[in-house]
Structure formats: C-alpha cells, structure tokens
C-alpha cells in the first residue's frame, strides 16, 4: 500500500512538473515574444530618431551649402559688377582719348588756315574767275598792305565760306597756306591796318578754329564781359586774346 502512495505520488509530482514546465514554456514564449515586439518597436523608435537627426543634418548641410554658394555668387556678381565698371571706364578713357587725339589732329589740320571776313566778293559767274579774284585780292593785301612776302606758290587753297548769296554780302573767306609760317606772319602784321585805306581796314583776320575751340572762345567773351560789366572803375578792357587752344583774358588799361 506504501508502494501504491508512493507511485501516486511520483505520478502526481510528475504530473505537476510536466504542468508547471508546460507553463514555463508557454510563459517564456509569451516573454521572448513581448520581447521581440519591444526590440522591433526600440528599432522603429531608434530608426526613427536617426531619420530624424539625418533629416535635420541634411537641412543644416543644405541651409550651409546655401549660404556658401550665395556667399560665392555675390562674390561672383560683385566681381563681375567690377569688371562691366572698369569695362566703362576704360571705354570711357578710350573715347576721351580719341576725342583729344581727332581734336589735336584737326588743329593740326587747320593750323596753316586763316579766315578773312569782309573781302568784297566777286560778282562773276565763272567760278575760277571768282577763286583768281580772291586770290589775287589777298596776295595784294599781304604784299603791299601788310608788307609780307606771300606769292601764289604759298597759298594751297582758297574758298569762300556758306552758300553764295545773288543778294549780295560778302561771304567769309578761307585760306589755306602751304606752311603755318605764313599765317603766322600775316597774323602779326595786323598793327599796321590802321593806316590802311577803308576797305582794307574793314578786314578781319581770324584763325581757322575747330568746334571745341569756338564754343572754348564763346564761353571766355561772355565771361569777358561778365568782368567787364562787374568793374565799375571804368579804366579796363577786358579781351580774350591768345592763339588757338591757348585763349585766355587779358585786362587791358583804356589808353
């Protein structure tokens, strides 16, 4: 009867470990897979904060590489802004300079020339006729008025000035010498005019001027006069006097 006790017991013990194993098991399958969920759902949460920081650091990266490459394109544009100024303002320089070169080289032009105003003009129809009166009318005034040797052979060319007038008026007389030592010399024979007879002290001598030089001596008569009008002491002129691209005011003391 002992023996039976004991197998009972050993059966029923045997019984309860095999529950509480079954137990046991069922238990740490329900851990292992709690555990597994909590593994996967810490992945999910980890991957989804490194998205996170990757996502912001890929916005910092962008908002620095922004900033770089407009910091790079200012500099880019300033520099080209620099360029297209110093462009003009060498375009600027070189259009100055070939101003002052066409200026230079038409004083040069015009150097030799002088125009004579009020020379009686020919009333002939021959226009060769008209330039050998003009001609010999001037050749006459150097020689015997002003008392300067010019012959034909110095004169290159002569030509009246604007449109020939059947009305009358004389029309401004340009001459041409071969050299600007003839002009020059006519030029300071001037003084003795004064003792000329009537038509010849009528004449006005005048250097042939470029455009630039003309509107230069216009702006010194008007401030000439400006001076003249401002001194009240009544004892000076004021004239602007000099040779071409050098004019300037001179006071003159009334005689």
């Known amino acids: 009867e002992l023996k039976n006790e004991v197998t009972n017991a050993t059966k029923k013990l045997t019984e309860d470990i095999g ?16 555990i597994e969920e909590m593994q996967n759902d810490i992945e999910r949460l980890v991957q ?12 910092i990266l962008v908002k620095t590489v922004e900033k770089k490459v407009e910091g790079h394109l200012q500099m880019v544009t300033n520099n080209i802004t620099a360029v297209r100024d110093s462009i003009g303002d060498v ?26 105003y009020n020379i009686p003009e020919s009333t002939l129809e021959n226009l060769q006729e008209r330039i050998d009166h003009d001609q010999n009318f001037c050749i006459e005034t150097f020689c015997k008025v002003l008392r300067v040797k010019i012959d034909a052979g110095d004169i290159k060319k002569t ?69 003249q009008q401002r001194d009240t002491s009544g004892e000076y002129l004021y004239r602007v006097r000099g040779l071409p691209g050098n004019f300037r005011i001179v006071k003159i003391k009334k005689r």
């Open 48 to 59: 989804k904060k490194v998205d996170a920081v990757m996502q912001e650091t890929d916005k």
């Open 159 to 227: 030509v009246r000035l604007g449109k020939r007038n059947d009305l009358g008026g004389h029309r401004p007389l340009l001459i041409q010498f071969r050299d600007r030592i003839f002009k020059n010399m006519v030029m300071e024979s001037l003084s003795v005019l004064k003792d000329a007879d009537d038509v010849h002290k009528k004449l006005i001598f005048a250097h042939d001027l470029t455009i630039k030089e003309r509107t230069d001596c216009k702006k010194l008569v008007v401030e000439a006069k400006e001076q």
């Open 19 to 34: 529950g509480i194993n079954k137990k046991l098991t069922a238990t740490k399958t329900k851990f292992d897979k709690q």
């Open 91 to 116: 375009k600027k320089d070189v259009v100055d300079v070939k101003k002052d070169v066409d200026e230079q080289k038409e004083r040069e032009q015009r150097a030799p020339n002088m125009i004579i």
